[in-house]
């Protein structure tokens, strides 16, 4: 009996931090623990013809297994970035122990607004329209030209992004979209 109180009030402890998790992102209330799939990941990397010559930046990575398949499948570099500690720290455990990918993917704990792009040829986003809103002004003034990026779910807003960006492909099946930047 002492054991089964235990158990449920450990339960209870997981869930109420998972539920604070998903509310802990400041720069998107209303970011859901929502992940990529392997199949919709593979697909992201064909469309942007990843291989070892390529950086990816995944904007807001959660658990990492976009890029843990990047890189295990298609030898490429990535940075994953972050901000909630629970996801990162899944993340830290999917790169290092699930699919021992240290040596090619990083992992930072940090709010992307505070990172700069230019580095990156590749960037994998899975966000609400509300952040690519918010991130146009930054992708405008850091994405390297000729970089891709390669959005899951949601379309970009291509009136906030004036000039840059131009749409190479839709994946209806998928909902995947890529653009690439001028
Ligand atoms: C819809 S989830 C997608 C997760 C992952 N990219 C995937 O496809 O599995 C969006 C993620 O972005 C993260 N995020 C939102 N705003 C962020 C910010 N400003 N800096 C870093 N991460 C952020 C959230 O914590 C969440 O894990």
Redo the contacts with the bound molecule.
């Keep these: 009996m002492f054991f089964l109180i235990n158990l449920i009030l450990l339960l209870a402890l997981f869930c109420i931090i998972l539920i604070i998790s998903m509310l802990w ?1 400041p ?2 209330p209303w ?2 623990w ?3 799939k392997p199949h919709i990941a593979r697909r992201m990397c064909q469309m942007a013809k990843v291989s070892d010559k390529t950086l990816i930046y ?6 990492g ?2 890029i843990c398949i990047a890189a295990s499948e298609f030898n490429a570099h990535s940075l994953g ?4 500690p629970i ?1 990162f720290f899944n993340a830290w455990f999917n790169v290092n122990f699930r699919y021992r990918v240290g040596n090619k993917v990083k992992l930072l704990r ?4 505070k990172v700069n792009f230019s580095d990156a040829n590749v960037f ?1 986003i ?2 609400i329209p509300n ?1 690519l809103i918010r991130l146009a002004p930054k992708f405008l003034k850091e994405a390297r030209s000729g970089s891709l990026l390669i959005s ?1 779910t949601y379309p970009i807003p291509m009136e906030y992004y004036p000039k840059r960006l131009k749409l190479m492909e839709i994946d209806h099946k998928n909902r995947l979209y890529l653009y690439k930047f001028s």
Excluded: M
Aim: proline fraction near 7%.
């Design positions: 992102p720069d998107s970011a859901p929502w992940t990529t995944d904007l807001g990575c959660g658990t297994n976009a970035i972050e901000i909630d996801r940090k709010n992307f607004f994998f899975y966000l952040a899951y």
